[in-house]
């Protein structure tokens, strides 16, 4: 039984906790620039919104950007405007989605339970790798996770502690800007179908409602708004144009990148299991309670409890939902997390008391940090080929030493949080160590790789190399190159054919070919640069890059248009 004191206590230790949450999900903020895959991408759709004013129509370079609905990017541009420095700003939006989440379920699990059982799901939810690493990165998903965590909690509390339609229509206005960061936020109200089946069947502790019709379907229109916000001034500026172009990103945005993708995926090909896999690897060490938990789930079920039935049947039917195409990525399962720790939090309070539990998580501690110790270690001492070609990925001098250094880092940390603690505070041990990895890898590692990861060496010397009156264009470019451009670069296209793009390079270089200069995937060079003649800037992102002027380009030889 929870005493007010214990209550109380718990409160305040939460706010101690989110303030170590924003440190570990903070540390590494403003020690590199975007990285890819995504990141230069949606930064630069920012940055392009805040310098042309469009902020309907987002743009990569000339062309228009359909592959997700502009809410991240709204939100970048905003950051960057507030702090005035991409290296500050792209990452904020993350880091507050990140921190509203753990906020969000804790909340929820007070409601629902008490203050500590909303501080253990919370703490779950932080020591998630997959959590922190996602927080840690500026794309779409961690927005995602904050809309879709409110959504289901304003769901929960309505349908569990309610009737609360301010809770509800809440959670539903949170679907709806779900929708529009990432399209399947819609997935929160299927939290609707595990509550109507409690309901039907009388379980105790479910809300009962009569004659409050107009309030359910008030919960479609707050659905609707945020939707409506965005997409009904979308379409009335793209057919008021109607020009190609905006008609194709208008059936591209809403049909191709949405129900086409899910029902004819055309990438990211997995088995049905796919998720078993990622849930196993990405929610470590999380994930190995679920075995230990399922009699404890067994049991609530059994005693027809509610609050354990909702965000486990939530769980289980997203699953379902992203195991059906055959594209699958490991992001995608991660909305589910949040309810999946606020299933595990009551239950945890009785494995915390068990000597074995907390010797099994000290000894979980002393492995992580033994793995990094030798990983670190061999990869300084014997140079496998495994560390060279990282080493060589990354450009890094003395075969990655510095790098590998970090890693003996990691492993001192969890070692010596191990050494402090002891097997009796194990869990303790195990959380610290996790905490101070994340606080130290990001923090060393960033400004090792960042030249290399974010192209910023790499379009340094393009700068250098072209001169102070040269002209630059990019072929078979990345949208790092073009984020980290030195001066306003001529680019043809992202998504057309390499050799249309080197077509109208070539005829772009010839009207100045004294101060013009190309910057090309080495897979886009053609028949028509001599090799011989062009300079290599380097490898970044496993990509190689070569610079030439027209002095590289073969006499008389044209590159037929596609």
């Given at each position: 039984?929870?005493?007010?004191?214990?209550?109380?206590?718990?409160?305040?230790?939460?706010?101690?906790?989110?303030?170590?949450?924003?440190?570990?999900?903070?540390?590494?903020?403003?020690?590199?620039?975007?990285?890819?895959?995504?990141?230069?991408?949606?930064?630069?759709?920012?940055?392009?919104?805040l310098t042309s004013g469009q902020w309907l129509f987002p743009h990569r370079g000339i062309e228009l950007y359909s592959d997700k609905p502009p809410l991240l990017?709204?939100?970048?541009?905003?950051?960057?405007?507030?702090?005035?420095?991409?290296?500050?700003?792209?990452?904020?939006?993350?880091?507050?989605?990140?921190?509203?989440?753990?906020?969000?379920?804790?909340?929820?699990?007070?409601?629902?339970?008490?203050?500590?059982?909303?501080?253990?799901?919370?703490?779950?939810?932080?020591?998630?790798?997959?959590?922190?690493?996602?927080?840690?990165?500026?794309?779409?998903?961690?927005?995602?996770?904050?809309?879709?965590?409110?959504?289901?909690?304003?769901?929960?509390?309505?349908?569990?502690?309610?009737?609360?339609?301010?809770?509800?229509?809440?959670?539903?206005?949170?679907?709806?800007?779900?929708?529009?960061?990432?399209?399947?936020?819609?997935?929160?109200?299927?939290?609707?179908?595990?509550?109507?089946?409690?309901?039907?069947?009388?379980?105790?502790?479910?809300?009962?409602?009569?004659?409050?019709?107009?309030?359910?379907?008030?919960?479609?229109?707050?659905?609707?708004?945020?939707?409506?916000?965005?997409?009904?001034?979308?379409?009335?500026?793209?057919?008021?144009?109607?020009?190609?172009?905006?008609?194709?990103?208008?059936?591209?945005?809403?049909?191709?990148?949405?129900?086409?993708?899910?029902?004819?995926?055309?990438?990211?090909?997995?088995?049905?299991?796919?998720?078993?896999?990622?849930?196993?690897?990405?929610?470590?060490?999380?994930?190995?309670?679920?075995?230990?938990?399922?009699?404890?789930?067994?049991?609530?079920?059994?005693?027809?409890?509610?609050?354990?039935?909702?965000?486990?049947?939530?769980?289980?039917?997203?699953?379902?939902?992203?195991?059906?195409?055959?594209?699958?990525?490991?992001?995608?399962?991660?909305?589910?997390?949040?309810?999946?720790?606020?299933?595990?939090?009551?239950?945890?309070?009785?494995?915390?008391?068990?000597?074995?539990?907390?010797?099994?998580?000290?000894?979980?501690?002393?492995?992580?940090?033994?793995?990094?110790?030798?990983?670190?270690?061999?990869?300084?001492?014997?140079?496998?080929?495994?560390?060279?070609?990282?080493?060589?990925?990354?450009?890094?001098?003395?075969?990655?030493?510095?790098?590998w250094w970090c890693a003996i880092g990691v492993g001192v940390l969890f070692v010596l949080a191990a050494a402090w603690f002891r097997p009796r505070r194990g869990?303790?041990?195990?959380?610290?160590?996790?905490?101070?990895?994340?606080?130290?890898?990001?923090?060393?590692?960033?400004?090792?790789?960042?030249?290399?990861?974010?192209?910023?060496?790499?379009?340094?010397?393009?700068?250098?190399?072209?001169?102070?009156?040269?002209?630059?264009?990019?072929?078979?470019?990345?949208?790092?190159?073009?984020?980290?451009?030195?001066?306003?670069?001529?680019?043809?296209?992202?998504?057309?054919?390499?050799?249309?793009?080197?077509?109208?390079?070539?005829?772009?270089?010839?009207?100045?070919?004294?101060?013009?200069?190309?910057?090309?995937?080495?897979?886009?060079?053609?028949?028509?640069?001599?090799?011989?003649?062009?300079?290599?800037?380097?490898?970044?992102?496993?990509?190689?890059?070569?610079?030439?002027?027209?002095?590289?380009?073969?006499?008389?030889?044209?590159?037929?248009?596609?």
């Amino acid at each position: 039984m929870t005493t007010i004191d214990d209550d109380t206590r718990a409160r305040r230790m939460f706010w101690w906790f989110m303030a170590v949450a924003l440190v570990v999900l903070a540390a590494g903020i403003g020690l590199r620039d975007p990285w890819p895959p995504d990141e230069p991408r949606f930064a630069l759709v920012a940055h392009q919104m805040l310098t042309s004013g469009q902020w309907l129509f987002p743009h990569r370079g000339i062309e228009l950007y359909s592959d997700k609905p502009p809410l991240l990017m709204w939100c970048e541009a905003i950051t960057f405007w507030l702090t005035g420095g991409w290296r500050g700003a792209f990452l904020l939006p993350s880091l507050l989605a990140g921190l509203g989440s753990l906020l969000v379920v804790y909340r929820t699990g007070r409601r629902l339970w008490n203050a500590r059982i909303g501080l253990l799901a919370a703490v779950l939810l932080l020591a998630a790798i997959q959590f922190v690493d996602v927080i840690k990165h500026a794309q779409i998903d961690p927005l995602l996770l904050f809309w879709v965590t409110i959504g289901n909690a304003g769901l929960l509390v309505h349908c569990l502690r309610g009737p609360d339609w301010r809770a509800y229509w809440l959670g539903c206005f949170a679907a709806g800007l779900g929708v529009i960061t990432k399209g399947v936020g819609v997935l929160v109200l299927l939290m609707l179908l595990p509550y109507l089946f409690a309901r039907l069947r009388h379980w105790p502790g479910v809300t009962q409602t009569r004659g409050d019709g107009w309030r359910w379907a008030a919960g479609a229109l707050a659905f609707l708004l945020p939707i409506g916000l965005w997409l009904v001034p979308m379409l009335v500026a793209a057919y008021g144009f109607n020009t190609p172009e905006y008609i194709a990103y208008v059936q591209d945005l809403l049909f191709r990148q949405t129900a086409q993708r899910y029902a004819n995926s055309w990438a990211h090909a997995e088995p049905a299991w796919f998720f078993l896999l990622v849930m196993a690897r990405d929610w470590f060490p999380v994930c190995l309670l679920i075995p230990l938990l399922l009699p404890a789930w067994r049991d609530a079920l059994r005693g027809r409890e509610a609050r354990v039935l909702l965000p486990l049947a939530w769980w289980l039917l997203a699953l379902l939902f992203f195991s059906i195409p055959s594209g699958k990525r490991e992001i995608y399962l991660l909305p589910a997390l949040p309810m999946v720790v606020l299933a595990m939090a009551p239950f945890v309070d009785g494995l915390l008391v068990k000597r074995w539990f907390s010797r099994a998580a000290f000894a979980l501690g002393v492995l992580m940090g033994v793995v990094f110790l030798a990983a670190g270690a061999w990869a300084l001492s014997a140079h496998p080929r495994a560390a060279q070609r990282i080493a060589a990925g990354y450009e890094l001098p003395d075969g990655g030493a510095a790098l590998w250094w970090c890693a003996i880092g990691v492993g001192v940390l969890f070692v010596l949080a191990a050494a402090w603690f002891r097997p009796r505070r194990g869990v303790l041990a195990l959380l610290v160590g996790l905490g101070a990895a994340w606080v130290a890898w990001p923090v060393s590692t960033y400004p090792l790789l960042n030249d290399n990861q974010s192209v910023r060496s790499l379009m340094r010397s393009a700068d250098e190399r072209i001169g102070p009156d040269g002209e630059l264009a990019l072929v078979q470019w990345r949208e790092e190159l073009l984020l980290q451009a030195r001066r306003p670069p001529v680019e043809f296209g992202f998504s057309r054919p390499p050799a249309a793009q080197m077509h109208d390079a070539l005829a772009w270089q010839a009207q100045a070919p004294q101060r013009r200069w190309i910057l090309v995937n080495s897979e886009a060079l053609g028949p028509c640069v001599d090799p011989a003649r062009v300079v290599r800037l380097g490898v970044a992102n496993r990509n190689a890059w070569w610079l030439f002027d027209a002095a590289a380009v073969k006499p008389g030889c044209s590159m037929a248009p596609q």
